[in-house]
């Protein structure tokens, strides 16, 4: 692994990944548009490419792709909810663009790509914990749209011999996790109103259970991923932290106010089963939420 390219560089996720691949001296190019990235999260050391990965052309990207070994795609419109209330968007982001890159990836010299997939795949899932043999049913034009590419990946692989893997997130938090806007998940939606003196709102009841993943761990299973010496041939592998706590619990942690909102269509419950990441991949997740908040309050003086 000398040269990669990392779409959605400018990210949470994917500015995390890009730095560490930095310190173990790999190349980085980053490809992100900045819809939702952030240019303060970009690595001065990379090689920064604003593009839009569902129109860029094919040329240009073949070009950026010439003498790549492996692409971690993490470039997404993620959120369940706003997909819901504007799908077509979601749709350019999470498939187009996903298969105008695998199309590129084919007529170049690409070793791998390194999927990020979504556990929203499975939907309402009465099977705890979930196994990536389970059943698939989104709840929603993300959860479909994220999976859509999943097998794409896996396609690209049976037919045209591009190696792929997909990694099912669940719940990532951390270090530059969005604190506002659409796409900002509960932690960082509860960090945001205790700064601002405001008690935590919670959809539903609050009892729906969540495993929630450092963004370290996923970093490491992307790099492990991609330094995997067999064929992965469109594999997906849960990366979760193999244990869940409830949204009531996660405001516990911060330990402001509560208050209870809108309901809304969503899981009751996800938990990973990372059995087969352990076993193929070697990845062992190390996070620990309440931890991690305790740290966290402190950082944002809250």
Known sequence: MK?????????FIGSNLVDVLLEKKVEVVIIDNLSTGNKKNINNNATFLEYDLSTMSAPDLIDVLSDIDIVFHLAALARVQPSIEDPLPYNNANVTATLNLLNACVKTNVKRV?????????????????????SINPLSPYGLQKY???????????IYNLDTVSLRYFNVYGERMSLSGAYCL??????????????LTITNDGNQKRDFT???????????????????????????????VSINEVAD???GLKTY??????PFETLADNSKAKKILKWQPKGNLSKWIKEYKIDLGI
């Open 3 to 11: 040269k990669v390219l990392v779409t959605g560089g400018a990210g």
């Open 114 to 134: 390194v999927y990020s997939a979504s556990s929203s795949c499975y939907g309402n899932s009465s099977k705890v914990p979930q196994r990536e043999t389970d």
């Open 148 to 158: 859509i590419s999943e097998l794409y990946c896996k396609l690209y692989s049976d």
């Open 186 to 199: 509960v932690t960082g939606i509860f960090a945001r109103q205790m700064k601002a003196g405001k008690p």
């Open 214 to 244: 450092y963004v370290g761990d996923v970093v490491e299973a992307n790099i492990l991923a991609a330094k995997y010496d067999q064929k992965l041939n469109g594999e997906a592998f849960n990366i979760g932290n193999g244990n869940n």
């Open 253 to 255: 942690m911060f330990g």
């Open 261 to 266: 909102g809108e309901n809304r269509l969503e």
